[in-house]
T-cell receptor, first 114, second 112 residues
Framework: AQSVTQLDSQVPVFEEAPVELRCNYSSSVSVYLFWYVQYPNQGLQLLLKYLSGSTLVKGINGFEAEFNKSQTSFHLRKPSVHISDTAEYFCAVSSSGSARQLTFGSGTQLTVLP | DAGVIQSPRHEVTEMGQEVTLRCKPISGHNSLFWYRQTMMRGLELLIYFNNNVPIDDSGMPEDRFSAKMPNASFSTLKIQPSEPRDSAVYFC??????????FGNGTRLTVT
């Protein structure tokens, strides 16, 4: 079984500042890692995913994440945020043997301030 | 493509009533997922189908919950009888041979 911990439930940041949303996972097997974004009253959208290969993954809307196996982390970053990035962000993990079964973190509410 | 379509967007019902939630996945996708989202428990996978066949229903809370996928373009999640603790947002998601990629906008269920 695997689990995901999102260390910050809320992250306020000023517009055009950089941001990092933290995610740590635990698993006894190889994993796939994902970040999703949820805007108010909407479903989740996939931002990016790590399956294999390069540990630096680039996604939509200027976001990127780095897989660090030794630290079991998959932190999400953006160098300069916009007001429109205000949303809830979910980290998720699945085992490589059962890619469809995602375990989600509890979410981080990113609020971008003017 | 219109994306994953869920109906209704909101449902308010009284305890004991039957509730049916509906989902139309993206055309061509062969995996369909039902999730429940609450403040207390976050996002929980209830069940997922592959090629219309239920693969894992271990997340279904109890026998009051049932899900069907009679064809590749339609699925239902039924709660009978409903209870106040079933109040949540229920999401349907679909993908092709992998984890959920596209989510619907959800059905907000309130059971009074």
């Amino acid at each position: 079984a695997q689990s995901v911990t999102q260390l910050d439930s809320q992250v306020p940041v000023f517009e055009e500042a950089p941001v990092e949303l933290r995610c740590n996972y635990s698993s006894s097997v190889s994993v796939y890692l994902f970040w999703y974004v949820q805007y108010p009253n909407q479903g989740l959208q996939l931002l990016l995913k790590y399956l294999s290969g390069s540990t630096l993954v680039k996604g939509i809307n200027g976001f990127e994440a780095e897989f660090n196996k030794s630290q079991t982390s998959f932190h999400l970053r953006k160098p300069s945020v916009h007001i429109s990035d205000t949303a809830e962000y979910f980290c998720a993990v699945s085992s490589s043997g059962s890619a469809r079964q995602l375990t989600f973190g509890s979410g981080t509410q990113l609020t971008v301030l003017p | 493509d219109a994306g994953v379509i869920q109906s209704p967007r909101h449902e308010v019902t009284e305890m004991g009533q039957e509730v049916t939630l509906r989902c139309k996945p993206i055309s061509g996708h062969n995996s369909l997922f039902w999730y429940r989202q609450t403040m207390m428990r976050g996002l929980e996978l209830l069940i997922y189908f592959n090629n219309n066949v239920p693969i894992d229903d271990s997340g279904m809370p109890e026998d009051r919950f049932s899900a069907k996928m009679p064809n590749a373009s339609f699925s239902t999640l039924k709660i009978q009888p409903s209870e106040p603790r079933d109040s949540a947002v229920y999401f349907c998601a679909s993908s092709f041979e992998g984890p959920p990629l596209h989510f619907g906008n959800g059905t907000r269920l309130t059971v009074t």
